[in-house]
Structures are given as C-alpha cells and as structure tokens.
C-alpha cells in the first residue's frame, strides 16, 4: 500500500472516531447537574419567561435534535452563542488559544529536549553516575503534580530571585515559568521510554554489526540506533499532547493566564454550556489530530514500516 492511501485510510479512519467524540461530549455535558436556562434568565424570573427562553435557545426541541443541530452548525465553524456573554464561541476561543497555545509549544518543546538527552545518557552510561543522576531526575519529576512545580517555580525565581514576573502573558519570557513547570513532569515519563528503548536498540544485531565493521561509537549512536529509539517517543506523542493540554488547564489557573483552560474552568462555573462544549471539542479534536501525526512519522523515523 502506497502512503497516498495509507493516509487517505487515516484520514476516512478519523471521522466516525470524531463523530462518537462529538456525541459524548455533546451528551456528557446536557447530563450535566444544572439547568442551563437559569444563565439566561434574569433573576426571579417567571416560569413563562423561562419557557420563551427554552423555546429561543432551541433547548426544548429533543436531544437527537439539538446534538444535530449543534453538529451542523459545527461542521460550518459556528458554535453558537455564549448564554453567559452572547457573544460567539468562536470568537471568545479565538482569542484564548493564542495564549494557550504559545506556551503549551513550549512546554512539548522543553520535555522532549530534556527527554532525549538524558535518555541517550543513561543508556550509554547504564549503571554509572551520570545514569543514577538521569533516572533520580525522573524519580523527582514524576514523583510530584505539575501545579506543585509551578508554585515551586513561582517562589524561587519570581519571589525570592525576582528574575522573571509570574505575572503577565505578552512576551516570551513570561511564558518560561508556566512552560517549565508543564514540561518538567512529562520529560520524566519520556526519559524512562527513551532511556529503555535506547537500551534495547543498543543491543540489538545490526548495532553489533555496526560496531565489528569499525564504525565510531557516536556514528552508530546517533546515525543507527538513536532513529530506531525514537519510535516509541513518538508514539508517547499523540499522548503528551493530550497531557499537555489537559495540565496546561491548571498550570494556566496558577499563573492566572487567560487562555483556553481559563476559559473552560469560568465556563463550567457560570454554565456556559456552549463554551464548554465547544472547548472540550477542540481538545479531543486537538488529541486525536495528535495521534494521526504519530502515525505518520512512524515511516519517516523507522523505514521497516510499511503502511500496510
């Protein structure tokens, strides 16, 4: 199978697992405890005046109704209007996911560059120093909450160091703190796979059989063995992006950041159901998206794939 189809497969593979997505969240939300017409109405309001609200909101049409409705108007980027703000969903995300999105990049970026590394080290150094230092990184970083490192962070370099603001979203450098503590905790995780899989690659034949034709050690580290490592990195991919996102919600509470989780968190709290359905889309949407890119770096890391 050539990889214009293996993709295309992919890509038809996506849609009835978006589909199934859109119904749990559509309906996992609606069984919400609450009643989303109490947002609308103003206070007191009279059981006439709630039912002209149910009849405007379309939410006195059943269930199969209003999930296809939202549908369509999804598929067309439409996701309504905010019952607390009656202004357009869309626009309200557009203007958090900059936000977001800026520094959960960083963070992927930070973990994976702390991963590699000290992976690599701790299996070419297995059992000596530098590999005890690498997995006692691990042990530390996995062993505490993303939220604990970003107060950690806070205390030390905003408060006693005073090197950089905990304050604020505009430039790069404020965006290191939340970016570090969201990265510290995944790199854990990658580093112990990375370590792992390097160690398994190293002993494998075609390694031996680089080392007895006389190549440098480097050479086949990082020409022969490092490529074949990184398969299982990438499969952690589709899931760090997953967790990163996810963690990016309370790490953006902490710093008090007004992105995407920040505005899904304000949502659920006002009932704004709307808005949280719409994020809670976009995340399983962004997850899935995650998942389909790992699948087609697998054939350009490791060539032995076949899209079959």
Partial sequence: MSFQSYLARRTLGLIPKLLIASGVVFFLVQVTPGDPVTTLAPPRASPEQLAALREKWRLDEPLYIQYLTWMANMLQGDFGLSAATRRPVTDMIALRVPISLRFSALALLISYAVAIPFGIVGAIKQHTTWDYLSMGFVLLAISFPSFWFAIILILIFAIQLQWVSAV?????????????????????????????????????????????????????????????????????????????????????????????????VDSIFKRDYPVVRAILMILVTTIMLGNFLADILYGLVDPRIRYE
């Fill in 168 to 264: 604020g979203y505009g430039t790069i450098g404020l965006l290191v703190l939340p970016a570090v503590a969201l990265g510290l905790r995944g790199s854990a995780i990658e580093t112990r796979v990375m370590r792992s899989s390097m160690i398994e690659t190293l002993n494998e034949k075609f390694i031996t059989a680089s080392r007895a034709h006389g190549l440098p050690e480097r050479s086949v580290v990082f020409k022969h063995a490092l490529r074949n490592a990184l398969i299982p990195i990438i499969t952690l991919f589709g899931l760090r992006l997953g967790y990163i996102l996810a963690s990016g919600l309370v790490i953006e509470i902490v710093f008090n950041r007004p992105g995407v989780g920040h505005l899904l």
